[in-house]
C-alpha cells in the first residue's frame, strides 16, 4: 500500500498495475477474459493464462504441451511419457534441473496422460524463483538434450516405473480393460508404453518427436496464484517470446474407434489380493454436450452412500466397495465402474447384480432426486477445487488438452443445467450390454449399439457459452508465522482449546480440525480394532440422519470431511465456504455425539477392512514395513504399541462387534481434552458460537494420557521377504533416534537428513535415481516426535529385483561417504534456500495450518516455534550438519528389509 501512494508519476506505478492496463509488450495480443483468467498469445503461438489471486502466498506455473500417448505412432508408445523424464535431465543452460528445484524449494514434477504432458511447480511467491521456472520452461522446450548418455540412465528409471504400475492388480487390470475396449485408437494403449517400444527407442526418432510437438503454437502457459500480472507477462515474452514461430504443420489425427458391437472380456489372473471388478463403457468426447451426463451418471451409480451400486452390492454384502472413474478426453472416451470384492464374497454373484444395476435405467430411469443429488455433490467439489488458485492452475491442462480451457467452465454449467430426460436418455444409449467390457463375454442375439463416436468441434460448442462474472479479489496474506500469531484467536470453550485464523480466500474458502484426546495405555489395552472401526462408522449416519441425508446435507454445506484415527484421538477435517461453516460444525458435532454406528455399516467397514489387509500381503512395501515394526517390539499383545502381523490384525477386525463399538464410542467420545482450529473466510465470531454450542457442554469420555513410546534398544537385522508375483520390490531400512523436534539437534539433523536423501538434489537420489538409474522412487526421511525423545530415521526405494544388490550397494556407499567426507558448504547453502522455501510453501497451505494450529494447542505452542526453527537453520553452519549427521546416523543399528520376488543371487549382501 505503501509503494502505491507513493507512486505520483504514472511511469512510476506501472508494474503495480494489473496487465489490462498496461501496454502489452510488443506483439502480444489480449484474445479474452473469462472469469478472472485472461488469455494472452504471443506472435509465436504460444497461448498464455494468467489467473491473478493473492489469497494464498503461492505461485503455480503449469506448462502443458499438447502431446500424450494419442499422438504416438506404431513402434512410438510411451515417447511422449519418456520425453516427460528426458526434460528433467537439463538443457546447456540449465545442467541441473532437479537440484534447483531442491535449492529453491519447488514443489515441481511433470505428468503424461493421454492428450497431453505437462511441467508445473508452486512454491512460495517469489519473484526469482518466478524467473527462474518460467526461464527453465522456455529452454527446456527447444534445448533440452535428449541424449543417448541421459537416456540409458532414465531407462531402468522409467522401467522401475512400469514395474511399479504391474505391481498393482488394480492398474494391470485398468491397463488390460481399456486394451479391450479400443481396436484402434490409442486410448487403448497406456501412456507408459509397451516395454519394447521404451527399451528400443530410436533417439533420431525420438528428438524428432520432441522437435515436433515441443513449440510455443503447441502449448499453453498457466500461471496462477501471488504474481504482478504485467511483470509476469512481460517475463514470458521475455523468455518464450524468444523461441521461433514453427513452420511445421502439426499431423492430423483422425482415428476414432468404431461403435462397439458386443461385450467384451477380459481376466487377470495373479497372485494375492481381493476380487475385482470393472465394467467398462465408451462414451461421448469431453467436449461433447452429452459428456455432463456420463458424470453425473457415474455418481447416481457409484456414489457412497446414495448411489445405486452401493445399495445393491456394498449394502447387500455383495461387494466391499464400489467406484466409478470418467476419462474426459479430446476424442470419445470411457467410464469406468468397480466393485472391490473382500475375499470369499461371490464374484459371479457381483458381477450379475453389478451389469444388472447399471443396464437397467431404461426399465428403472433415473430419478430427479438422484440427479439434484448427484449435480449437488458434483458442483461442489467443482467449486471447491476452484476456490485453491494451484488447483485450478493444474485443472486447466485437462481442458486445454480437450481443445479450449474454456471447457473448464463449460462443463460446470452443463452439469448445473443438466435435465433428468436428457441424463436419461444418455444412460440407455451407453450403458448397454453390447458397449460394455467386462471379465465375461455374454452373447446376444439382439444387439444394440451406441451412438457412433464422433469429433467434436469446439468452437461451436462454445458460441453459446456465457461465462460467469469472476470471482471477487480476495485478501493478500502474507504467511510468516509471525502474521499467523497475529492474526490467530485463541479461547477455551469446555474443554476445547480452539484457534481461529479469519483471512480472506477465493470463493470464501476455509479449513478447520477438530481433534478429541482420550484414553491411556491401560483403558486402550486389548481393544484391536474397534477405535478405528467407530472413526470409520461416524460418517454413516446419526440418531436423526440417515447415512444418505448425512451425505445430502454435507453436499448441501458444500463441505468436505475426513475422519482420521490415531492411539488415543480422533481428528475430523473440514473445507467448507464462510457461509457454511457454523452450520458444518454443528453437522460434525451432531456425528461424533450421537452416532448412527448401524450395524450394515459396520459390516461394511470389516469387508473394507480384510479387502485392504489381503492387497497388503502382496504389496512389497507393506510386507516390509511390517515385518520391520514387529522387529523388537517388547509390548503384548493388545497393547496399543504392539507390532501385529498381518493374521493378527485380520483375527482383530473380525472381533469387532457392534456392541464394543458402541460401548467404546460411549465409554471414551468426549470433548474433555480437544483441539480446533480453523483457517480461511469466516465469521469469527459465528464460529466460536458454533463450537462452544457443539462443544462445550460435551464433558464425556475418558481422560487422557498420552501413550508413552521410549526408545526400546532392537538388534540390528537384515531381512530378505518373497513377495511372489511382483515385478517391482522395494527397501525399508529403520533407526530409532534419541531426539525430539524439542532438541538442540533437531535442526541440524533435519538438514543433514534433507541433504542426504530428501527431494531432487540429495545424495541418495543424485546417485541412484539420476546417476546410476536403479530407482524410480529412493529417499531417506525423519518421522518427528514432539514429546519425548524417539524419532524414527527411514530410508526407502523400490526398484527391479535384479537390480536389488546394485541398489543396495549404492545405497551403503553414499551413506559411508556422507559420514566419511561430509557435506559440501554448496550443498549447505542451496540446502538451507530450499528447505525453508518448502517450509513457507507449508505454511501457505490452510489445511496445513490449521493442522499445525490443532497440534501446536496441544502442545502449548504457538508459531513462534516454527520462527525459531527457520532462524536455526538459517543459522546452521557446515560443521553442526556433519556432526549431526555422524552423531546420530549409525549404519551398523539399521534394521533393514527387502520384499519382492527375488532370485537367490539377489539376496545376497553386497
Not at 458424470?295 to 451409480?301: D, I, S, T
Amino acid at each position: 500500500m505503501l509503494h502505491r501512494l507513493a507512486c505520483v508519476v504514472l511511469i512510476a506505478c506501472a508494474s503495480f498495475l494489473p496487465a489490462a492496463a498496461q501496454p502489452l509488450p510488443a506483439g502480444v495480443s489480449k484474445v479474452m477474459s473469462v472469469e478472472g483468467i485472461d488469455e494472452y498469445r504471443l506472435p509465436n503461438g504460444l497461448q498464455v493464462l494468467l489467473v491473478p489471486d493473492d489469497s494464498k502466498p503461492t505461485t503455480t506455473v503449469n506448462l502443458t504441451i499438447r502431446v500424450g500417448s494419442r499422438h504416438e505412432n506404431y513402434g512410438e508408445t510411451g515417447m511422449a511419457h519418456l520425453l516427460e523424464h528426458m526434460m528433467f535431465k537439463g538443457t546447456p543452460s540449465h545442467p541441473k534441473v532437479w537440484a534447483e528445484f531442491q535449492k529453491r524449494g519447488l514443489r515441481a514434477n511433470g505428468t503424461t496422460w493421454f492428450d497431453r504432458t505437462n511441467y508445473h511447480a508452486s512454491f512460495s511467491a517469489d519473484e526469482d524463483n518466478l524467473n527462474w521456472y518460467v526461464g527453465w520452461l522456455a529452454d527446456a522446450m527447444v534445448n533440452s538434450y535428449i541424449a543417448r548418455k541421459d537416456l540409458d540412465t532414465e531407462m531402468t528409471v522409467v522401467r522401475n516405473e512400469m514395474e511399479m504400475g504391474e505391481n498393482s492388480p488394480e492398474r494391470s487390470l485398468y491397463k488390460k480393460t481399456l486394451a479391450a475396449m479400443y481396436d484402434w485408437h490409442n486410448y487403448g494403449k497406456s501412456s507408459i508404453g509397451a516395454r519394447a517400444d521404451v527399451e528400443n527407442v530410436d533417439i533420431p526418432r525420438l528428438q524428432a518427436f520432441y522437435r515436433t510437438y515441443y513449440q510455443p503454437d503447441n502449448a499453453s502457459l498457466v500461471v496462477s496464484g501471488k504474481f504482478v500480472p504485467a511483470k509476469t507477462l512481460a517475463l514470458i515474452t521475455k523468455t518464450f517470446g524468444k523461441i521461433r514461430k514453427p513452420t511445421r504443420k502439426l499431423p492430423l489425427l483422425y482415428t476414432l474407434d468404431p461403435a462397439q458391437d458386443g461385450e467384451r472380456s477380459v481376466t487377470v489372473r495373479r497372485v494375492g489380493g481381493s476380487p475385482l471388478l470393472f465394467a467398462g463403457y465408451h462414451v461421448p468426447a469431453g467436449p461433447d454436450p452429452d459428456y455432463a451426463a456420463i458424470e453425473l451418471l457415474a455418481l447416481v451409480m457409484a456414489d457412497t452412500p446414495s448411489g445405486r451400486l452401493h445399495k445393491r452390492l456394498t449394502e447387500k454384502q455383495l461387494a466391499a466397495g464400489v467406484f466409478a472413474s470418467t476419462q474426459a478426453a479430446a476424442d470419445p472416451g470411457y467410464t469406468i465402474f468397480g466393485a472391490q470384492l473382500a475375499p470369499g464374497q461371490d464374484v459371479d454373484k457381483a458381477r450379475a447384480e453389478m451389469v444388472a444395476t447399471l443396464e437397467a435405467t431404461a426399465s428403472e430411469p433415473v430419478t430427479q432426486d438422484e440427479l439434484d443429488r448427484a449435480k449437488a455433490k458434483w458442483l461442489k467439489g467443482w467449486e471447491l477445487s476452484f476456490t485453491n488458485p494451484e488447483a485450478v492452475g493444474l485443472a486447466l491442462s485437462e481442458s486445454i488438452s480437450q481443445g479450449d480451457w474454456r471447457l473448464f467452465f463449460l462443463l460446470r454449467d452443463r452439469v448445473r443445467e443438466a435435465r433428468l430426460a436428457d441424463v436419461q436418455r444418455v444412460a440407455t444409449q451407453y450403458l448397454l450390454n453390447t458397449n460394455r467390457t467386462l471379465g465375461v463375454y455374454l452373447p446376444t442375439d439382439k444387439p444394440q449399439r451406441p451412438p457412433t463416436p464422433a469429433a467434436v468441434n469446439v468452437a461451436e460448442q462454445l458460441k453459446s457459452f456465457k461465462p460467469a462474472e469472476a470471482a471477487a479479489v480476495a485478501e493478500a496474506f502474507e504467511a510468516t508465522p509471525a502474521n499467523i500469531d497475529r492474526r490467530t484467536q485463541r479461547f477455551s470453550v469446555g474443554g476445547v482449546q480452539a484457534a481461529l485464523l479469519p483471512k480472506g480466500t477465493r470463493g470464501g474458502a476455509v479449513n478447520a480440525v477438530l481433534t478429541l484426546r482420550f484414553g491411556d495405555e491401560k483403558t486402550l489395552f486389548g481393544l484391536g480394532e474397534v477405535p478405528d472401526m467407530v472413526a470409520a462408522l461416524l460418517d454413516k449416519g446419526t440418531k436423526t440422519l440417515s447415512r444418505e441425508q448425512f451425505q445430502d446435507r454435507l453436499d448441501q454445506l458444500k463441505t468436505e470431511i475426513g475422519v482420521t484415527p490415531g492411539v488415543g484421538q480422533v481428528s475430523v477435517q473440514l473445507v467448507s465456504r464462510r457461509e457454511n461453516l457454523p452450520a458444518a460444525i454443528a453437522l460434525v458435532g451432531e456425528m461424533l455425539r450421537t452416532p448412527a454406528l448401524p450395524p450394515e455399516g459396520l459390516d461394511e467397514v470389516k469387508r473394507q477392512s480384510l479387502a485392504a489387509i489381503e492387497r497388503q500381503r502382496k504389496q512389497p512395501e507393506a510386507v516390509a514395513d511390517n515385518a520391520v515394526a514387529r522387529i523388537g517390539n517388547p509390548y503384548p499383545r493388545g497393547d496399543v504399541r504392539h507390532g501385529r502381523t498381518f493374521d493378527e490384525i485380520v483375527a482383530d477386525v473380525n472381533a469387532v462387534t457392534l456392541d464394543k463399538v458402541r460401548e467404546f464410542h460411549g465409554r471414551f467420545y468426549g470433548a474433555k481434552r480437544a483441539q480446533f482450529a480453523a483457517v480461511g473466510d469466516m465469521d469469527a465470531a459465528a464460529v466460536r458460537q458454533a463450537v462452544e454450542k457443539a462443544f462445550g457442554d460435551w464433558d464425556a469420555g475418558m481422560a487422557y494420557t498420552r501413550v508413552p513410546n521410549p526408545i526400546h534398544p532392537v538388534p540390528p537385522q537384515r531381512l530378505v521377504l518373497q513377495v511372489p508375483d511382483n515385478q517391482n520390490a522395494t527397501m525399508y531400512a529403520k533407526l530409532d533416534v534419541p531426539l525430539s523436534d524439542n532438541d538442540d539437534d533437531y535442526p541440524a539433523l533435519m538438514m543433514a537428513n534433507h541433504l542426504l536423501g530428501s527431494g531432487g538434489s540429495s545424495r541418495l537420489w543424485k546417485r541412484i535415481r539420476e546417476g546410476e538409474g536403479l530407482s524410480y522412487d529412493v529417499r531417506s526421511m525423519i518421522q518427528w516426535e514432539t514429546v519425548e525423545p524417539h524419532s524414527e530415521w527411514l530410508s526407502t526405494a523400490i526398484f527391479a529385483p535384479t537390480n536389488q544388490p546394485k541398489v543396495e550397494a549404492a545405497w551403503k556407499d553414499e551413506l559411508a561417504r556422507a559420514l566419511k567426507d561430509g557435506f559440501t558448504q554448496q550443498e549447505l547453502a542451496e540446502g538451507q534456500r530450499g528447505l525453508l522455501s518448502r517450509r513457507r510453501l507449508s505454511r501457505a497451505q490452510d489445511g496445513s495450518v490449521a493442522g499445525l494450529w490443532a497440534v501446536n494447542l496441544y502442545l502449548g505452542r504457538t508459531f513462534q516455534k516454527s520462527a525459531q526453527v527457520d532462524a536455526a537453520l538459517e543459522k546452521l553452519t557446515l560443521a553442526e550438519v556433519n556432526a549431526a549427521l555422524r552423531k546420530y546416523l549409525k549404519p551398523e543399528q539399521f534394521v533393514t528389509a527387502f520384499a519382492g520376488e527375488f532370485k537367490p543371487a539377489a539376496t545376497r549382501s553386497p
